[in-house]
């Protein structure tokens, strides 16, 4: 298991930017491909963005794809989400998770099932 603790919410009009962070502790980081999730108020959580372990293959739902970018800093235990271009759409508590699974190097997964680590959540809101 790896303990995951997100950072970076917070309030943010429309248009702005915010970069969330997951501190990752435990076992060895690099070994998971990582997903970033979110839930709006009323509605089930959703799929937001996956990075493969390595850091070299990308996958993003279709409504943020140019605007939000995963990156992952191995050496330093580190994932990332740097969000752009924020819609009130977007306002959700985000989650970043561990993708239990074993996969290959470039392989990534969207399903919420083959997550089996979660951080505790951090809320974004996107004033219009």
Not at 1 to 14: D, I, P, W
Not at 92 to 116: I, P
Request: glycine share 12%; aromatic share 10%; hydrophobic share 35%.
């Amino acid at each position: 298991q790896v303990q995951l603790v997100e950072s970076g919410g917070g309030l943010v009009q429309a248009g702005g930017s915010l970069r969330l962070s997951c501190a990752a502790s435990g076992r060895t980081f690099s070994s998971y491909a990582m997903g970033w999730f979110r839930q709006a108020p009323g509605k089930e959580r959703e799929f937001v963005a996956a990075i493969s372990r390595s850091g070299g293959n990308t996958y993003y739902m279709d409504s943020v794809k140019g605007r939000f970018t995963i990156s992952r800093d191995n050496a330093k235990n580190r994932l990332y989400l740097q969000m752009n271009s924020l819609k009130p759409q977007d306002t959700a508590v985000y989650y970043c998770a561990a993708d239990s699974t074993a996969r290959g190097t470039m392989s990534l997964s969207d399903r919420e099932s083959d997550f089996g680590s979660w951080g505790q959540g951090i809320q974004v809101t996107v004033s219009s």
